[in-house]
């Protein structure tokens, strides 16, 4: 079995402060563990994925995530906030042989100008 | 733009009525997944197809169906609708079977059911 936890379901920074999205997981298995992105009105966008190798995966718009498997956790950050980045954030989770991903529940990331 | 297209954007029906999804994906790309998205349940997965043939499914009730035709579309089926059937309902494409390919998401359609 697999499942997601986002820690807060609401963030809000400022423009040019560090995002820190929080993402734990659990596998039987070793995951794959994935970021996506929704902008209002719109599907799921791919921001970053851990399959194998480098545990500090780096994704799109300035992105990046690491995989720490001793606490079960895929933190996705960004040195500074763009107004762009207000969105809501999807962690998902697939067991290496699962045919499904997981998703979390999402955490809408509000930048203040 | 991700490349894959759902029709319609918008579904309104009645409960105890029948509808159908359309998805075309990506140029190129063989697997179809279809998601649902509510307030209640988040997004969860419902089913895959790959080259036409089911491959996995997931929290996909008995009122639903799915296919995958040889030119790739996909449509799903949703019958006896519900209230609580009322959802987004995303399609998904990739280029293989894995899930370490990316997933390209359509906008979705937006069901309604009163």
């Known amino acids: 079995a697999q499942s997601v936890t986002q820690l807060g379901s609401h963030v809000s920074v400022s423009e040019g402060a560090l995002v820190l999205l929080r993402c734990n997981y659990s596998s039987s298995v070793p995951p794959y563990l994935f970021w996506y992105v929704q902008y209002p009105n719109q599907g799921l966008q791919l921001l970053l994925k851990y399959t194998t190798g480098a545990t500090l995966v780096k994704g799109i718009n300035g992105f990046e995530a690491e995989f720490k498997k001793s606490e079960t956790s895929f933190h996705l950050t960004k040195p500074s906030a763009h107004m762009s980045d207000a969105a809501e954030y999807f962690c998902?989770?697939?067991?290496?042989?699962?045919?499904?991903?997981?998703f979390g529940k999402g955490t809408k990331l509000s930048v203040i100008p | 733009d991700s490349g894959v297209t759902q029709t319609p954007k918008h579904l309104i029906t009645a409960t105890g009525q029948r509808v159908t999804l359309r998805c075309s994906p990506r140029s190129g790309d063989l697997s179809v997944y279809w998601y649902q998205q509510s307030l209640d349940q988040g997004l969860q997965f419902l089913i895959q197809y790959y080259n036409g043939e089911e491959r996995a499914k997931g929290n996909i009730l008995e009122r639903f169906s799915a296919q995958q035709f040889p030119d790739l579309h996909s449509e799903l089926n949703l019958s006896s609708l519900e209230l609580g059937d009322s959802a987004l309902y995303f399609c998904a494409s990739s280029v293989g079977s894995s899930l370490r390919d990316e997933q390209f998401f359509g906008p979705g359609t937006r069901l309604t059911v009163l």
């Open positions: 998902a989770v697939a067991g290496a042989g699962s045919y499904q991903l997981t």
